[in-house]
């Protein structure tokens, strides 16, 4: 019988990641395709079979409407949130000027809240989440919902610097930072170039990264369908926050982290990490913002220094205001 997976999107994420499927799954795969408005979907779709059977593969892509539910199946990817990176593009206003002073930090709750939702409706499946795997995963271990890992961000940061290594990184370092670069080992040595070896990627602009992200959690998808084992990175990996080199075998997942590394240090890292992009998730789920997005926020929304899990959560029901009422002042 097919192996199952289902795709939670359409956004351009979303669609590099199905067609990338349709270039690495080579055995049979039924790959359904879920998001609210089935319309682009279908052409998604029939573009993705055609692709695959052009290459000489065996999967099958099928539309279908979330509000019908996530079909069942063995690994459900969500690349889909109820915030858009690209309504700064398309539609700019006062909310997506706060946006960009407060960073991706503020949109936590929006990518939260929607991928709770499709981690209820994943079932027995191994959820992976692409929506803010960094901070979004741990609050969802921390209510006790089924996530199995991230996808992006470090797969990315990975495939510029190299094969063969082992890195620890967060969504942070997608840009350069002022300062604690991303760390990299080959081997048991520690690589003291990293900046340079990531300086092509961070010149690209963000939207072009989609064609190498999507590839990367296509990849992981496959994989995760495999025996392995298969040496890897993933955001999130069992709830926790920031990114971490993993072993996949036979659909589990365990971290690999370089001799000397102790998974509290990885820890405490990715937390510093998350500090400076914006917002601090710690592994039992607690959001702290940073300064700079308190202080950007400040004038349009009180946001609490500390959230547990849930607050993150029923927060963005409050934020789903502001973001209305700053909307009808569009520029």
């Known amino acids: 019988m097919p192996r199952t997976v289902a795709v939670i999107g359409s956004g351009s994420l979303a669609r590099a990641v199905v067609y990338a499927l349709a270039d690495v799954l080579t055995e049979p795969v039924d790959v ?24 000489g593969g065996q999967a ?16 459900v990817l969500n690349c889909s949130s109820t915030h858009s990176s690209a ?41 992976v989440n692409a929506a803010f795997p960094d901070a979004v995963n741990p609050v969802l271990a921390a209510l006790g919902l089924p996530i199995h890992c991230g996808a992006g ?25 002022e300062r604690d670069e991303a760390r990299v080992w080959v081997g048991a ?51 926790l926050p920031g990114g971490y080199p993993v072993v ?3 659909g589990r997942i365990a971290l690999d ?10 820890v405490a890292w990715q937390t510093a990490w998350g500090a400076r992009d914006g917002v601090a998730v710690d592994r039992a789920g607690h959001a702290v913002y940073s300064d700079h997005v ?7 929304v009180k946001l609490p220094l500390t959230m547990e899990p849930a607050a993150v959560i029923d927060f963005a029901e409050e934020l789903d205001l502001v973001r209305k009422r700053l909307r009808g002042n569009e520029t």
């Open 32 to 55: 359904h395709l879920v998001a609210r408005s089935s319309g682009p979907l279908s052409t998604m779709a029939h573009l993705a079979t055609c692709r695959s059977r052009s290459l």
């Open 60 to 75: 099958r892509f099928t539309a279908h409407r979330l509000d019908s539910g996530v079909p069942a199946a063995e690994v």
């Open 87 to 127: 309504e700064a593009r398309n539609r700019p206003s006062a909310w997506t000027d706060l946006v960009r002073a407060c960073g991706i930090a503020l949109a936590l709750p929006f990518h939260a809240e929607f991928a709770a939702r499709m981690s209820r409706a994943a079932g027995d499946a191994l959820f």
């Open 153 to 177: 961000n470090i797969a990315t940061l990975a495939a510029s610097v190299g094969s063969d290594i082992r890195m620890l990184a967060h969504h942070y370092h997608l840009s350069t930072p």
């Open 189 to 239: 040595e520690e690589v003291t170039d990293v900046g340079e070896r990531l300086a092509a990627l961070r010149a690209c602009e963000r939207p072009m990264l989609n064609d190498l992200t999507g590839l990367t959690a296509a990849l992981l998808i496959r994989d995760l369908l495999g025996e392995g084992p298969i040496r890897t990175h993933v955001p999130g990996p069992l709830g």
């Open 248 to 250: 996949l075998e036979q």
């Open 257 to 266: 982290l370089p001799q000397g590394v102790s998974e509290a240090d990885a």
């Open 294 to 300: 308190l202080e950007a926020a400040e004038p349009y």
